[in-house]
């Protein structure tokens, strides 16, 4: 079963100039994205900076409205909500459903506030009563491995990791169904790293939660996730499940992206490699395949049609008019 | 990860603390702030401290220099003044004054003078220091006499009050205007804010003397002493508004932008719980610091007002409406001392001006 | 590239027991401490550690640009050791014209945010230009044909035309090209690149770094790269130094350091690194604990909080012997005794 069905989701900000703010472009944050979520399961979200994995997280989120497309949301095993079209009214109940873990574990807690009370806001907002707050808090609190004297100090006094724990624990505290997880260990150290990703891991096991974790590299996603998305210039280019997509991709910006993260072993040394050339501006995204220019792959079709994101395996989707070849 | 947690009394400690440390470590703000408290004290018991009815008329003691206080005499401890001897100048045949030193008029604590109403209820005629003996036209002048022979010591003291109470007042008339106006500004935003913005822009590029010379001159003169206050009170504060809108609008824009006020919006908090709750607590000390920073301006505008005749009027007492009086350079030769009542403007401004710098500093340690 | 050390050549910077201290409102913060570690001409020096492990400090003290509550309260920064031309960098006045020339000149630095190191009123021409004359005057017209070709070196498209460019109208890849070659632009013999890919995307990161191993083997320049990153490290690095809390815990030549870790804090950190080949779900290993703040520094072995293997009654006393220069070890206890 699925918590979430993303369908045909598009994003388009407009570029305006002049005083009468006419519109004279658009960019394409995210265009045509279709993914689906099953329940406790976790899907990554791949790509670099203005990709728009952070646009399509934000319109799951509702914090955007998107352009085009359903957002079809399970809140519970009977119904299927479309969130796209919905008033902020009508999304306020909703909301409870899917929340949020960001990446700067700085700027997401309010300084002013105690942690206790920024893990009970959410239990506060939803109308739980005093005494079972604070009993809840007390199980947040462990549930992320934190000692309950840990609600009576400000968050300046917790270190990047403590205060992702925080954060998550904030998350958990209406029993959410699906978890966005903004690149939720970007800003940490490695070893602190590592601990938030077991974290997760752990709770998504007992909690039975479902999760878009949102990357920019294919480093942590193998750990974290049961399927890969991965975005370019507001497209998505490949699905496939993990262990599938390292093995083998099938598209030439993934393999792209696989190359590009520096191992950590100094015996495969110059098999890091890099796709010349730059991300391609969104505003002005080249004819065709948006990959195109920097494909080794290229041919002349790249260069006028835009591949669709077919099903070239089993589960395995690739937009790429060279996919069956890449699979030999 | 029981590293940090063990650091009991800085992790317990809120914000509010924390900028209360590091405004301490800016000693000038730190001892401004003391400044500025005795000079609001002086505000609210300046009958007691003033010495003489500060409204008191007396052509024959006007322009007396400065008394001194002297504390021992050759009994020992005994603070006194010297009497005041009329005689006549032969040169120019006016009655002066002059002290006289073989009459010694003894000065007590709490002695009784003038009758007046502390905090406006208590009906009291007792003072910090006055003459244990009052006679006709014995008194302490600390500071001398203006040409009417009011005590300006004491004047100064009841100006305080005016003068601080109409900053005072100016400021959170201010202080409403700009969170209202600036608030709808910053969360609003779209045409509310562009048209907002223009309305500040307009206002900043009027200069302020002429308009506040025709707003006063439109004031009647039949309008009591009262009235006078809360008109000028709102001439001054219609111009202080728009820096602190600003700086409202400012901070409301930069914290809707924050991740814990979107992390409220997505657990369903409500604008007004989020406004509450997140947005407010986050920039009360930056509008106390803008408070502490508008102040001395509100505080300079009367004092200049007055000073050109266009705010407070007489029987009213301001800083301005003492300096009025030290407006002629022939009247200053002869009694530099009023001149004096300059000395408590400048120095509760540069207080103000340090303590602002030091709660904002405190406030935002990265801005 | 040879793996062990290479003995004969002679270092072109060496550090001795360098300590920093930061005066702060909380007290003194010890940020440095016995940091000692040489710079050979072609080879590259990885070091690697968490936040707050001093690694940044160490450039920052190296060059002389420490912050104004920073101070070098011992040990020794020497520019061509054992030559005529030997001069301590410590002991040189931190905004006279002796660094100022050593700075930007002999030793070239990198950022890790190239706008920090790019002003925004000048097109990137003028600044490299401006670097190329102050140190060795060519001429104006030299000194341009100079920059088109440093950007050429860079591998920045065009650079004819984009000499012209202000740095803002450049992405931010083509920036921190920029930013190398205004650091090449003195020709120097060594360059110090402080976390020179953090701030850029996987793809980018994997140009920059390439770029920076080809010019650093044409060169023949000394590099001392600061990376948090292990697969940096793993790509760059001929010899690395890991810092954890001030202190270099461990060096050793890269092959090495990953086949034998010695330092109890190395193993951790490698095996928490994210795996490409991992199966799916599969934990990662985890250091306990987070990295002290400042100020807060434990007593004895600065690890030991977090050491699965500390010896109760040694390593929360006493602290470890640093690790000799030039030579690869462990700052351990561990270690100490398995050597003896």
Redesign the interface.
């Known amino acids: 079963m699925n918590v979430l069905e993303v369908s045909g989701l598009s994003k388009h900000f407009p570029i305006v100039a002049g005083i009468l703010r006419r519109e004279i472009g658009r960019v394409r944050a995210a265009d045509d994205v279709n993914f689906v979520i099953e329940k406790g399961k976790t899907l990554a979200l791949v790509g670099e900076s203005g990709c728009g994995k952070t646009t399509v997280a934000r319109c799951i989120l509702r914090a955007l409205r998107p352009t085009a497309g359903a957002i079809r949301f399970a809140p519970d095993d009977e119904r299927m909500i479309d969130l796209a079209p919905l008033s902020r009214s009508a999304l306020r109940p909703l909301r409870r459903h899917i929340q949020l873990i960001f990446q700067d574990p700085y700027a997401s807690l309010n300084p002013r506030m105690m942690v206790g009370d920024i893990i009970a806001e959410p239990l506060v907002v939803t109308g739980v009563p005093g005494p079972e707050r604070e009993a809840r808090v007390r199980e947040l609190l462990d549930l992320v491995g934190l000692p309950a004297v840990a609600r009576l100090r400000f968050p300046h006094a917790f270190s990047g990791g403590q205060r992702q724990r925080i954060g998550i624990a904030r998350a958990l505290a209406l029993n959410p169904r699906l978890i966005v997880a903004d690149e939720p260990v970007s800003a940490l150290d490695v070893s602190v790293q590592a601990q938030i990703i077991n974290l997760l891991l752990d709770l998504q096991d007992r909690l039975g939660l479902s999760m878009l974790f949102v990357a920019h590299d294919l480093g942590v996603v193998r750990h974290v996730s049961d399927r890969v998305a991965v975005m370019y210039v507001g497209r998505i280019v490949e699905v496939a499940p993990t262990t599938e997509l390292y093995a083998t991709p099938l598209h030439p910006y993934t393999r792209a992206l696989l190359a590009a993260v520096p191992k950590a072993d100094p015996e495969a040394r110059d098999a890091i490699t890099a796709p010349r050339g730059e991300v391609a501006d969104p505003a002005n995204p080249p004819p065709g395949c948006a990959f195109n220019p920097r494909c080794p792959f290229v041919i002349d079709r790249c260069r006028q049609d835009r591949p669709e994101l077919v099903e070239v395996a089993p589960g395995h989707l690739s937009a790429c008019f060279r996919a069956t070849e890449l699979m030999a | 990860?029981?590293?940090?947690?063990t650091?009991d009394s800085?992790?317990?400690?809120?914000?509010l603390r924390?900028t209360w440390l590091r405004f301490k470590?800016h000693k000038l703000a730190f001892v401004s702030l003391f400044i500025v408290i005795l000079f609001y004290l002086v505000a609210i018991f300046a009958d007691f401290l003033a010495i003489n009815d500060p409204h008191a008329v007396d052509a024959r003691r006007g322009y007396l220099p400065p008394q001194a206080v002297h504390f021992f005499d050759s009994d020992g401890f005994n603070p006194h003044v010297s009497g005041m001897k009329g005689q006549r100048d032969m040169k120019t045949f006016k009655q002066v004054y002059v002290p006289d030193p073989n009459k010694k008029l003894s000065v007590t604590l709490f002695a009784r003078g003038y009758e007046y109403e502390l905090f406006g209820l208590i009906s009291t005629d007792r003072h910090l220091i006055g003459l244990a003996k009052p006679e006709l036209l014995d008194g302490i002048y600390l500071l001398g006499t203006d040409a009417l022979g009011r005590d300006l010591f004491s004047r100064v003291m009841v100006a305080t009050r005016i003068s601080l109470s109409i900053g005072l007042a100016s400021v959170s008339l201010s202080l409403v205007l700009g969170i209202l106006l600036g608030g709808i500004s910053g969360l609003y935003g779209g045409l509310v804010d562009l048209f907002i913005q223009r309305v500040i822009e307009i206002i900043r590029s009027i200069p302020t003397i002429p308009l506040w010379m025709g707003l006063a001159a439109a004031l009647p003169n039949t309008w009591s002493v009262i009235q006078v206050y809360f008109a000028i009170t709102l001439i001054i504060s219609l111009i202080g508004w728009t820096e602190l809108a600003r700086v409202v609008r400012g901070r409301f824009l930069a914290l809707r932008e924050?991740?814990?006020v979107?992390?409220?919006?997505?657990?369903?908090?409500?604008q007004f719980?989020i406004m509450l709750?997140?947005m407010l607590?986050?920039f009360t000390s930056h509008v106390i610091a803008a408070v502490s920073l508008a102040l001395p301006a509100m505080i300079i505008s009367e004092t200049s007002l007055s000073f050109l005749g266009l705010g407070l009027r007489p029987p009213a007492i301001s800083w301005g409406i003492l300096l009025q009086d030290a407006q002629n350079v022939q009247v200053l030769a002869g009694a530099p001392w009023l001149l004096l009542a300059a000395v408590p403007v400048i120095v509760v401004i540069l207080a103000f001006n340090f303590l602002g710098d030091g709660l904002r500093d405190a406030a935002d340690p990265y801005g | 590239m040879a793996d062990t050390m290479v003995e004969t050549t002679r270092p072109i910077v060496s550090v001795r027991d360098l300590a920093v201290e930061f005066r702060q409102h909380t007290g003194i913060v010890r940020a440095l401490e016995a940091v000692s570690l040489d710079l050979h001409p072609g080879r590259v020096l990885g070091v690697v550690g968490e936040s707050g492990c001093g690694k940044s400090v160490t450039a920052r003290a190296m060059l002389r640009i420490l912050d104004r509550n920073g101070s070098i309260t011992a040990g020794r920064v020497t520019l061509d050791p054992g030559t005529a031309a030997e001069q301590d960098l410590t002991a040189l006045e931190p905004e006279g014209a002796q660094i100022r020339s050593v700075r930007g000149g002999r030793i070239g630095l990198i950022f890790q945010e190239p706008m920090a190191a790019l002003s925004m009123q000048y097109t990137v021409g003028n600044q490299l230009m401006e670097a190329i004359r102050v140190h060795r005057d060519p001429g104006k017209a030299k000194a341009r044909e100079r920059a088109i070709s440093l950007l050429n070196e860079v591998g920045i498209p065009r650079p004819e035309t984009r000499i012209d460019a202000y740095p803002f109208q450049l992405s931010g890849g083509l920036r921190q090209r920029v930013g190398i070659a205004l650091a090449l632009a003195a020709e120097p013999d060594v360059l110090i690149a402080d976390e020179p890919t953090t701030a850029l995307d996987v793809t980018t990161q994997a140009q920059i770094l390439a770029l920076l191993r080809r010019l650093q083997r044409d060169k023949q320049i000394a590099l001392m790269l600061i990376t948090h990153d292990m697969g940096v490290i793993a790509q760059m690095a001929d010899d690395v130094a890991v810092m954890y809390l001030g202190r270099i815990v461990e060096f050793a030549p890269v092959r090495e350091l990953f086949k034998h870790p010695q330092h109890p804090y190395t193993r951790a950190l490698l095996r928490s690194v994210p795996n490409l080949d991992a199966t799916p779900r599969q934990r990662l290993a985890t250091i306990g604990g987070a990295v002290p703040q400042p100020g807060s520094r434990p007593v004895g072995c600065p690890f030991h909080p977090r050491c699965p293997e500390a010896i109760p009654g040694r390593c929360d006393t006493m602290v470890p012997a640093p690790v000799p220069p030039g030579a690869a070890g462990a700052s351990c206890f561990l270690v100490e005794d398995a050597a003896a």
């Open positions: 990860m029981s590293g940090s947690l650091d800085l992790a317990s400690a809120g914000q924390l470590r924050e991740d814990f979107i992390a409220a919006e997505l657990v369903g908090a409500s719980r709750r997140h607590p986050s």
